[in-house]
């Protein structure tokens, strides 16, 4: 059964800085490309990073370029979410998302529970 | 990438059947054959119902369907069933490793 377990999400002050991680289990970590994707409070689906199955090519939406940075482990299962200089708008519920294949074309096709993150001052 | 449009709602009696449009350009919905939709109950995990316009993932039942004609894709649920009540979303690949999703339509079974 596949699992994404992401952590890390909590309250943090405008200009501020938080790192998500993801643990990945019932599925070959290495063989997919992830994706993380945010959902503000009572708001629809954004996607804002993905990174290649090997973790050499990384991408991003506009909203987060230059200031959120994505990597994974595949040693340890694990995906992450740099974010820094944090804005009010960055407030959403963070999924860590695996993509379906190995592509970079590839959708979504499991996501975890979600980490929340508030920024406030 | 500015997100693809939806309707707001969408609503149908036990075993009929509601469609929901999600329009975008050229650049995202036409231009590629990767176009995905998304269930998602309240306070949930979205969950893949069809990806590449009208592929079914293992266990989603044919009751769900997709497909595409321009730059608007659609998903049809047939036979709707009390559990269908839930907000869905597209999805579509937009080229340069970019996606963008639609704005999410809430469907009730009356």
């Known amino acids: 059964e596949v699992q994404l377990v992401a952590s890390g999400g909590a309250v943090v002050q405008p200009g501020g800085s938080l790192r998500l991680s993801c643990a990945a289990s019932?599925?070959?970590?290495?063989?997919?490309?992830m994706h993380w994707v945010r959902q503000a409070p009572g708001e629809g689906l954004e996607w804002i990073s993905l990174?290649?199955?090997?973790?050499?090519?990384?991408y991003y939406a506009d909203s987060v370029k230059g200031r959120f940075t994505i990597s994974r482990d595949n040693n340890k299962n694990s995906l992450y979410l740099q974010m820094n200089s944090l804005r009010a708008e960055d407030t959403a519920l963070y999924y860590c998302?695996?993509?379906?294949?190995?592509?970079?074309?590839?959708?979504?096709?499991?996501w975890g529970q979600g980490t929340l993150v508030t920024v406030s001052s | 990438q500015s997100a693809l449009t939806q309707p707001p709602s969408a609503s149908g009696s036990p075993g009929q059947s509601v469609t929901i449009s999600c329009t975008g350009t050229?650049?995202?919905?036409?231009?590629?054959?990767?176009v995905s939709w998304y269930q998602q109950h309240a306070g949930k995990a979205p969950k893949l119902m069809i990806y590449?316009?009208?592929k079914r993932p293992s266990g989603v039942p044919d009751r769900f369907s997709g497909s595409k004609s321009g730059n608007t894709a659609s998903l049809t649920v047939s036979g709707l069933q009390a559990e269908d009540e839930a907000d869905y979303y597209c999805?579509?690949?937009?080229?340069?490793?970019?996606?963008?999703f639609g704005t999410g339509t809430k469907v009730t079974v009356l």
């Open positions: 998302v695996k993509g379906r294949t190995s592509s970079t074309t590839s959708c979504f096709d499991y």
């Open positions: 019932g599925f070959t970590f290495n063989d997919y490309v």
């Open positions: 990174i290649s199955w090997g973790g050499g090519s990384t």
């Open positions: 050229s650049s995202d919905v036409g231009g590629y054959e990767y």
């Open positions: 590449e316009v009208t």
């Open positions: 999805s579509s690949y937009a080229g340069s490793n970019d996606y963008v």
